[in-house]
């Protein structure tokens, strides 16, 4: 074994159109640590991590992996070298076996039977080695995420990498299953691989690697070793500004109960996804659902947003029934009920993306008298609306005549927000509100959804961030499958006991 | 902003996409040893060298205006009318009922009531496969194909049992009383050279009319919004309280009423009878129409007059140059409809890229060198 670093970028710049996306980076991480990288959105580290894996051609710059120049045109060329990319979105075929993915790609011939064969027992060792336990006959839709995790993992381990990069692992996973990440990750540490690790998780950072670079615009502006920073130096480092990481409010103050939800039931698809939900918020008051992804929570928004109809159950405004399940159960009568409804997916549910910022803005309001002139829609009202809200919800740029999806993520959601709490409507449904968004926005629209508390108006918070969770809610309930396993006040909890609730687990079990 | 300007995707895409269709054109008709330039000229001369070209042409050019129209509102819900061949037989149907079963005294009442029924039955007809597609899924692209054919079934039913006149072989209705005869250029434009035997009618202003109704219901009324919107994505418009439903279903019946418009300048305007296929390719040449000119009324307009000027230009290329046969002139349209439309990012990529490479430089250009 040399002493080189695992890998060295040297002035690796890469613009696309006018954005330079990359400008000249340099990074060093030494073989067998933890290296993790953080940034906003936009900062360039997605782009970084395709251009090692060969999605992307630098413009310039060079990469050396164990001190050796590499050019690496391609994926199979970084494969070659060594590198394995374990991304966000899984690379799974759903109805294929583990071992069947796992050497998909990598067959030793045109005859399955002995690729499997060897494959099979290629992972039971690497299974034991690094503690990632799969049935390799198991079908991969059958598997929890954090299993098709492990899968992606074997799949990078099989191709002989000794260098793995995670882009935001832990973005799907539960507390434990994250936790069990981590284990493996330190095991894989201490045989050696070297792995980089992406996430605007900052706990993450401080609780895992051994050094870590911070990207801001396409630089990378420093690189520190991790026991020498704290999470709030590296907000500042990423952001440019002190950030306040815990949202600032007061006790809240409940007033009348706004919504109420009774043994509230929805089927989709031949699936039951909510199995008779009941609770109550109150005017002032935020109730948070804590959850991992695919629990019931998205069902729950939409029922009550009245874009898909409840099999059963009752849902009350200030006491008067919702229609869950007739003709009136869609958007525009919610609206007109007073309820906004910030949604999870701004791309496909809450924006146009090739409509300008102005149309945006009347989405789902289009029938306002204010935006209407007889039966045409007054565009110049509009427009001025639009301009009127960037500027005091800092959307940027502040123009109105910009398709939505020219805007950053954090300003897509801006607008978003902009629309559905300007109302300032009785109940406000939100869902995953920073998925996505760089951390001053987040601070930004935080600010903005406790402000619309004190107004004393109702809201209902889903989050897969425990950490958005807890700073926003005034009572988090906790679904799993469909269900509430239980409400508890964030002062009286904390991560691990939601963590438990959350794949499940209630008192009496544990 | 963009990657480029709005005239170089409006103009100059469509402009190089039609400059390269006629090359490659010109290849064929020199292949078949005739010579491309003389070829050009006589289609140019026969579509604009006179007023009797002019006439057809733009006779032409109202027909692909609706259906180029039917197509391309349905486009901005996303929604693929290849219907329109169908909705326009209907449309037909309609005017020639309501023709032959009035004793009509004026014709402005006639065409009103000409144009009620084309629309009610082209719409009736655009409506069943909506339907399908709204409430069933049946994919809108095969039901309404298939209903083209059951729509030519029907009038060749109809014209041969119902509606032909007693004695008669050919199977046609009888024709429209004098009353119910639209003006044509003849009577209006006598002046710029029109003569009694143009087929060009009022209709052509009837179409630009539609031309300024599509723009007005597409980018100004609460209608078009939600259209659009449910076009670019159904799971937002959903969210926004936008019924899928009801906006597949009053998309497709505008389109098939703007389809069925189409038979008011054939029918009522030029044959003044009802004739057995009658539409004769206009619904699949207005794909083509609203393709090319972006589904926007303005390219529809510019498209339509292009393959106007390809029909009556192709016509009289195939009197003049007999070498060339009917099926050259199909190559030609053919040829015009792939570069336009199903090659459009061929072009589309270059020009962009050209147009990035331009604006780079002048960025650079207009940055201060920090060096200096």
Known sequence: ?510 | MDKMPKWADVVLIPLISVILALLVSGLVVAIIGESPWRAMQVMVKGAFGSAYGWGYTLYYATNFIFTGLAVAVAFHARLFNIGGEGQAALGGLGVAVILLAVDWPHWTLALAAAMGFSMLFAATWAAIPAYLQAKRGSHIVITTIMFNYIASALLVYLLVNVLRVEGSMAPESASFAAATHLPSAADFAGGLGFRGSTPLNISIFLALIACVLVWLLIWRTRLGYEIRAFGHSETAAVYAGINPTKIIMITMLISGALAGMMAINVVMGEAERLVLDFVEGAGFVGIAVALMGRSHPVGVVLAALLFGALYQGGAELQFEMPAISREMIVVIQALVILFTGALDNMVRMPVQKLFLALKRRRDDAARPNPTE
């Open chain 1, 1 to 510: 074994m040399t002493d080189a670093p695992a890998i060295e970028l040297r002035g690796i710049s890469k613009a696309f159109g006018p954005v330079q996306a990359n400008k000249d980076i340099a990074m060093s991480v030494a073989r067998g640590t933890i290296h993790g990288i953080v940034g906003e959105n936009g900062a360039g580290k997605s782009t970084l991590m395709s251009i090692l894996y060969g999605f992307y051609k630098a413009d310039r710059g060079e990469i050396f992996i164990n001190g050796k120049a590499t050019a690496i045109p391609d994926s199979q060329a970084a494969i070659r070298a060594g590198i394995g990319m374990v991304h966000q979105h899984f690379k799974l075929v759903e109805n294929f076996t583990v071992v069947e993915n796992v050497i998909l790609g990598a067959e030793d011939g045109a005859m399955l039977r002995p690729s499997i064969a060897k494959a099979r027992r290629l992972l039971t060792e690497l299974s034991e080695e690094y503690g990632l336990k799969v049935d390799p006959d198991a079908i991969i839709e059958d598997l929890s995420v954090g299993h098709q995790q492990r899968v992606e993992i074997l799949k990078q381990l099989y191709r002989h990498a000794d260098i793995l990069i995670l882009d935001e692992p832990t973005g799907v996973l539960t507390p434990s299953e994250a936790d069990q990440l981590f284990l493996i990750l330190e095991r894989l540490r201490a045989e050696g691989k070297t792995i980089i690790l992406i996430t605007h998780k900052l706990r993450e950072i401080m609780e895992i690697t051994d050094t870590v670079s911070v990207m801001r615009r396409g630089e990378m502006t420093n690189t520190v070793k991790t026991a020498d920073t704290s999470p709030a130096a590296l907000a500042e480092m990423m952001v440019g500004r002190k950030v306040l990481l815990q949202v600032d409010k007061t006790q809240a103050q409940p007033g009348e109960v706004v919504l109420s939800v009774r043994d509230l039931r929805v089927t989709r698809g031949g699936v039951t996804r909510l199995k008779g939900v009941s609770f109550d918020i109150r005017r002032g008051e935020i109730l948070g659902i804590a959850g991992v992804a695919g629990n019931g929570q998205t069902e729950l928004l939409e029922v009550l947003g009245g874009m898909i109809a409840a099999s059963g159950g009752s849902v009350s405004l200030f006491g008067q029934p919702l229609d869950i399940t007739g003709t009136a159960a869609n958007g525009q009568t919610r609206r007109a009920r007073g309820i906004g409804h910030v949604p999870e997916d701004r791309q496909t549910e809450g924006l146009i993306m090739p409509f300008e910022a102005w149309e945006n803005v009347a989405f789902g309001y289009h029938f306002d008298p204010k935006y209407n002139s007889g039966p045409l829609m007054d565009n110049a009202a509009i427009r001025a609306d639009c301009a009127d809200k960037m500027a005091r919800y800092d959307v940027r740029p502040p123009n109105p005549r910009l398709p939505a999806r020219n805007f950053s993520g954090g300003n897509q959601q801006k607008i978003v927000v902009a629309r559905e709490m300007d109302r300032a409507p009785d109940l406000l449904l939100v869902g995953q509100p920073t998925r996505g968004v760089d951390i001053g926005a987040i601070e930004f629209i935080h600010k903005q959804i406790i402000a619309l508390r004190d107004q004393g108006k109702a809201i209902l918070l889903v989050s897969v961030e425990l950490d958005e969770i807890m700073g926003l809610s005034d009572r988090i309930a906790v679904m799993f499958d469909g269900q509430i396993m239980g409400e508890r006040l964030p002062q009286d909890t904390d991560q691990n006991a939601l963590g438990l609730l959350m794949a499940g687990v209630t008192e009496g079990a544990a």
